[in-house]
T-cell receptor, first 116, second 115 residues
Framework: AQSVSQHNHHVILSEAASLELGCNYSYGGTVNLFWYVQYPGQHLQLLLKYFSGDPLVKGIKGFEAEFIKSKFSFNLRKPSVQWSDTAEYFCAVISSTTSGTYKYIFGTGTRLKVLA | NAGVMQNPRHLVRRRGQEARLRCSPMKGHSHVYWYRQLPEEGLKFMVYLQKENIIDESGMPKERFSAEFPKEGPSILRIQQVVRGDSAAYFC?????????????FGPGTRLTVT
């Protein structure tokens, strides 16, 4: 079965530290990959997405992610985090189904806490 | 343009009662998805609906759970005879089109607590 793994469940960083959150997926075909963020008390918002082309994707708020096909990875990075980046981050892949539809498969999420 | 709306935001039910969760998609969106988030777990796909049709319910428990998206009005996720294990956050998302590159827009979720 297709799956998405986020190995870091909780991350604590100080402001200005660099961030890298891991995401690995298990799917051999064409993938469309997403990172979503959920700030405390808010709904999920799209950070960035990768469909094709340049494997280094720039998102909002200074986030970027790199698609490495050989490693089945789509890690999220930010050079210098801020207190306002405290949130939960979800990696997701769109998977095709046998009925011809598409659905998201989400990772378990990583809770990031940034200390001021 | 209002985003995806869900209500109620918090719902408390006793074991055996029914829970009804509502989702109004973004204006113009006719594709609705329901997800469940259990503590310490990611979002799990439950069901995908278009107006008046269930397209994919492969993630729905076989019993007690049902979903609909009528021609008029919001999409409803119904849980009958709730049990403690149903306590979770339920998120609804909508999209404009159906396809592998379509961004889904999420609502704020309904947090169901079964006592």
């Amino acid at each position: 079965a297709q799956s998405v793994s986020q190995h870091n469940h909780h991350v604590i960083l100080s402001e200005a530290a660099s961030l890298e959150l891991g995401c690995n997926y298990s799917y051999g075909g064409t993938v469309n990959l997403f990172w979503y963020v959920q700030y405390p008390g808010q709904h999920l918002q799209l950070l960035l997405k990768y469909f094709s082309g340049d494997p280094l994707v720039k998102g909002i708020k200074g986030f970027e992610a790199e698609f490495i096909k050989s490693k089945f990875s789509f890690n999220l990075r930010k050079p210098s985090v801020q207190w306002s980046d405290t949130a939960e981050y979800f990696c997701a892949v769109i998977s095709s189904t046998t009925s011809g539809t598409y659905k998201y498969i989400f990772g378990t999420g990583t809770r990031l806490k940034v200390l001021a | 343009n209002a985003g995806v709306m869900q209500n109620p935001r918090h719902l408390v039910r006793r074991r055996g009662q029914e829970a009804r969760l509502r989702c109004s998609p973004m204006k113009g969106h006719s594709h609705v998805y329901w997800y469940r988030q259990l503590p310490e777990e990611g979002l799990k796909f439950m069901v995908y609906l278009q107006k008046e049709n269930i397209i994919d319910e492969s993630g729905m428990p076989k019993e007690r759970f049902s979903a609909e998206f009528p021609k008029e009005g919001p999409s409803i996720l119904r849980i009958q005879q709730v049990v403690r294990g149903d306590s979770a956050a339920y998120f609804c998302a909508s999209s404009l089109f159906r396809g592998s590159t379509d961004e889904q827009y999420f609502g704020p979720g309904t947090r169901l607590t079964v006592t």
